[in-house]
């Protein structure tokens, strides 16, 4: 089978994107991703990217990562994402459907979590195993288009690469989940599913049933941030997600995140980034560090 770019000479994918079977994979160069000046995209689903030529910075929710022959950055759905434009920067992509393996497949897997991990730098048997799993996976994307044993294969490849990504993390030293910890999972949860309706912490506490106070608590001990903190973070990046990524007017993107009026959200956005949001969508394509974020001192 041919590649894209060899059937559409001269142009690129808009986006890398999951095939028939609910994954895919490309090359950096062969998507709109790359280019001499690459916007910032937001996907609906996984990107994994495996660079293997050249060096230069990925930046993911705005935070930049520095990449070279052997980084693997693991970009999660909704996740804001942008190349940088150094000459020479090559990557391998994986990119599969937000649900297309089961937790029966990925035990041990946070393919879920939202706030995982982002960068690995490979080496030694690791490096070799991950390079030979998603060159094995590319292949089978090239040769196969179509029949339920085939997804059946490419699904299971997938869980394969995922699960091998997942013991790069293991340390025995970890401590163990905490009542703390496990509030906070759940907070975590269900702050995804309501930032844009609620910035109340007792809202999310009376979800949870529990106090505003444990919530705090299990906040505190995790982050080192109060929830009310937390939350007004997971707003804060919600709109420079939207500010990046959209041409919603900076009154639309108020308004998708629970502040009627304009003059409202421009005082919380640049009291939590540093900058007004004209200011922020107005900034230069490729700064020179991350997104300036003034951080208010935990209470």
Same mark, same amino acid.
């Given at each position: 089978?041919?590649?894209?770019?060899?059937?559409?000479?001269?142009?690129?994918?808009?986006?890398?994107?999951?095939?028939?079977?609910?994954?895919?994979?490309?090359?950096?160069?062969?998507?709109?991703?790359?280019? @001499?000046?690459?916007?910032?995209?937001?996907?609906?689903?996984?990107?994994?990217?495996?660079?293997?030529?050249?060096?230069?910075?990925?930046?993911?929710?705005?935070?930049?990562?520095?990449?070279?022959?052997?980084?693997?950055?693991?970009?999660?759905?909704?996740?804001?994402?942008?190349?940088?434009?150094?000459?020479?920067?090559?990557?391998?992509?994986?990119?599969?459907?937000?649900?297309?393996?089961?937790?029966?497949?990925?035990?041990?897997?946070?393919?879920?979590?939202?706030?995982?991990?982002?960068?690995?730098?490979?080496?030694?048997?690791? $490096?070799?195993?991950?390079? %030979?799993?998603?060159?094995?996976?590319?292949?089978?994307?090239?040769?196969?288009?179509?029949?339920?044993?085939?997804?059946?294969?490419?699904?299971?490849?997938?869980?394969?690469?995922?699960?091998?990504?997942?013991?790069?993390?293991?340390? @025995?030293?970890?401590?163990?989940?905490?009542?703390?910890?496990?509030?906070?999972?759940?907070?975590?949860?269900?702050?995804?599913?309501?930032?844009?309706?609620?910035?109340?912490?007792?809202?999310?506490?009376? $979800?949870?049933?529990? %106090?505003?106070?444990?919530?705090?608590?299990? %906040?505190?001990?995790?982050?080192?941030?109060?929830?009310?903190?937390?939350?007004?973070?997971?707003?804060?990046?919600?709109?420079?997600?939207?500010?990046?990524?959209?041409?919603?007017?900076?009154?639309?993107?108020?308004?998708?995140?629970? &502040?009627?009026?304009?003059?409202? &959200?421009?005082?919380?956005?640049?009291?939590? %980034?540093?900058?007004?949001?004209?200011?922020?969508?107005?900034?230069?394509?490729?700064?020179?560090?991350?997104?300036?974020? $003034?951080?208010?001192?935990?209470?």
């Amino acid at each position: 089978m041919r590649t894209y770019s060899q059937l559409h000479p001269g142009t690129a994918l808009p986006s890398p994107a999951p095939s028939w079977a609910g994954v895919g994979t490309c090359a950096l160069p062969e998507t709109a991703l790359a280019g @001499p000046d690459p916007a910032t995209h937001r996907l609906p689903y996984h990107l994994l990217a495996l660079i293997t030529a050249g060096h230069g910075t990925v930046e993911v929710d705005f935070e930049p990562w520095p990449g070279r022959p052997g980084t693997l950055l693991w970009v999660r759905p909704g996740q804001a994402v942008r190349f940088g434009d150094r000459p020479g920067l090559d990557a391998d992509l994986v990119v599969w459907e937000r649900r297309l393996l089961t937790a029966d497949e990925l035990a041990g897997v946070g393919v879920d979590e939202p706030t995982g991990p982002v960068r690995w730098q490979l080496a030694g048997e690791d $490096q070799d195993a991950v390079i %030979s799993d998603v060159a094995q996976l590319a292949v089978d994307c090239r040769r196969h288009s179509g029949g339920a044993t085939a997804a059946a294969l490419l699904r299971h490849q997938l869980a394969v690469l995922l699960l091998r990504i997942a013991l790069l993390d293991t340390d @025995p030293a970890t401590p163990a989940a905490t009542a703390e910890s496990r509030t906070f999972a759940r907070f975590r949860r269900a702050l995804e599913d309501g930032h844009a309706r609620t910035r109340r912490v007792e809202d999310y506490a009376e $979800q949870l049933e529990c %106090s505003v106070r444990t919530l705090t608590r299990a %906040s505190l001990a995790v982050t080192g941030r109060t929830a009310k903190q937390v939350v007004d973070d997971r707003v804060a990046l919600e709109a420079r997600r939207l500010l990046a990524c959209t041409t919603l007017s900076v009154a639309e993107v108020g308004r998708r995140l629970g &502040f009627p009026e304009p003059t409202n &959200f421009g005082r919380f956005f640049h009291r939590e %980034s540093g900058l007004s949001p004209g200011a922020f969508r107005a900034r230069p394509a490729a700064p020179a560090g991350p997104v300036p974020v $003034q951080r208010r001192p935990a209470d």
